[in-house]
């Protein structure tokens, strides 16, 4: 079973309210070829939310200590996000998932480019921490992107 980003199947789960529907991606959740988690939600956020960025470094480094998830009213959100993406893994291992697709750029689920931390809009390279966390224990994460060019 194939694990996807909630939002990617269009269920309006972003901070914002809003989703990012692929089509391909929906069509896999309506015939029960995969599943959806979001792993904000399962870390105890509501929608809508503050956005929130990683500061000083990737999800590799907030999972090491060395890096932190402020929102933009400055409040420290490290602990949901690190929450989610133990639910997230939890919610593989369960399916025996072995593959997740996640959606591209958000602190949590961004697999090559994540925001830069001062909610300018710049990206860098770098994973979100749901994604860190999921390759440390062996999942292969794929963006929407490489997904579509893959599954379809
Ligand atoms: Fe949830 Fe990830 Fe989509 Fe953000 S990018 S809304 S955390 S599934």
Request: charged share 25%.
């Amino acid at each position: 079973m194939l694990v996807v980003s909630a939002c990617l199947a269009g269920m309006k789960v972003r901070y914002n309210g809003t989703d990012c529907l692929e089509d391909v991606i929906g069509e896999m959740v309506s015939s029960g070829k995969a599943v959806t988690v979001c792993p904000e939600i399962l870390g105890g956020f509501q929608t809508p939310r503050e956005p929130a960025e990683i500061q000083g470094g990737t999800g590799e480094d907030v999972l090491d200590g060395t890096a932190r998830v402020l929102d933009r009213s400055g409040a420290d959100v490290t602990d949901q996000y690190v929450a989610g993406a133990a639910e997230t893994l939890a919610i593989c291992r369960k399916m025996g998932a072995t593959e997740i697709v996640l959606k591209e750029n958000s602190p949590s689920c961004g697999s090559s480019m994540i925001y830069n931390g001062d909610f300018s809009g710049e990206k860098i390279p770098g994973e979100g921490v749901t994604t860190a966390l999921l390759r440390r224990h062996g999942i292969k994460v794929w963006s929407e992107e490489d997904a579509v060019n893959e599954f379809v």
